[in-house]
């Protein structure tokens, strides 16, 4: 369970919240809410990556100092060197992160031959799933993302439901497509700011 308390966050003058509360308990969870709402912004708070903002963000009750280390997030909004290969990515992640490298979920995702891709050459697919297999490879309790289904073709999109539908952590996301999330069982929640 994510708990937010008294989240209060802005870009320079513009208030993206404002003493916002509010628990996501569902095992798999789909943010709703129109664009420009803060749906990717709460995703980098809730992950570790934006310290910029007052408030606090709990894991089942406990506050943790880095929350990096229990929320891996896949989103546009993390920036991968573009000089850098994916294989350097993924390498760089399971050496900091002391995880293994998914190799069947490389596979199933038709990403072998573009490990060896300069992040720069990745098409807008490739680059989604270079993202979410950054993130997933992790296996930490907090899984959150940003768009999953974005620029994904349906193989790729059925092997993410098919890997979500036996994860054993919490997963929230945000998709403008939903259903298939719904229909292995995520939940919607709307982004309510009050």
Same mark, same amino acid.
């Given at each position: ?10 870009f320079?003058k513009?208030?993206? *919240? ?9 095992? @798999? /969870? ?7 709402? !803060?749906?990717?912004?709460? $995703?980098?708070?809730?992950? !570790?990556?934006?310290? *910029? #903002? ?6 089942? !009750? ?7 280390? #229990? ?20 390498t ?6 002391q ?6 979920l490389i596979?199933?995702?038709? $990403?072998d031959?573009?490990?060896?891709? @300069? ?7 490739? /680059?989604?799933?270079?993202q ?5 490879? @992790?296996?930490?309790?907090y ?10 073709d349906? @193989? ?7 890997w979500?539908?036996? #994860? ?5 996301i &945000? ?5 298939? *999330? *719904?229909d292995?069982?995520?939940? &919607? ?6």
């Open positions: 369970m994510i708990e937010v308390t008294n989240l209060t966050k802005y320079g513009k208030c993206i *919240f404002e003493n916002y509360n509010s628990t996501y308990s569902s095992k @798999r /969870l789909c943010i709703e809410g129109k664009n420009g709402l !803060g749906k990717t912004t709460l $995703f980098t708070i809730l992950a !570790g990556l934006d310290s *910029f #903002y007052s408030g606090h963000i709990t894991l089942n !009750g406990q506050q943790h100092a880095e929350l990096q280390n #229990y929320v891996a997030l896949a989103s546009d909004k993390i920036i991968f060197p573009e000089f850098l290969s994916a294989q350097q990515i993924l760089m992640t399971t050496s900091s992160w995880c293994e490298l998914p190799q069947t596979t199933d995702l038709c $990403f031959t573009f490990l060896h891709t @300069r992040v720069e050459d990745l098409s807008s697919g490739n /680059l989604k799933k270079l979410l297999i950054n993130a997933m490879m @992790r296996n930490i309790p899984l959150i993302l940003d768009e999953p289904s974005a620029a994904l349906k @193989r790729g999109l059925d092997v993410v439901l098919e979500l539908s036996v #994860y054993s952590g919490q997963v929230l &945000s998709s403008h497509e939903p259903q298939p *999330f *719904f292995i069982g995520f939940v &919607s929640q709307s982004l309510k700011k009050v």
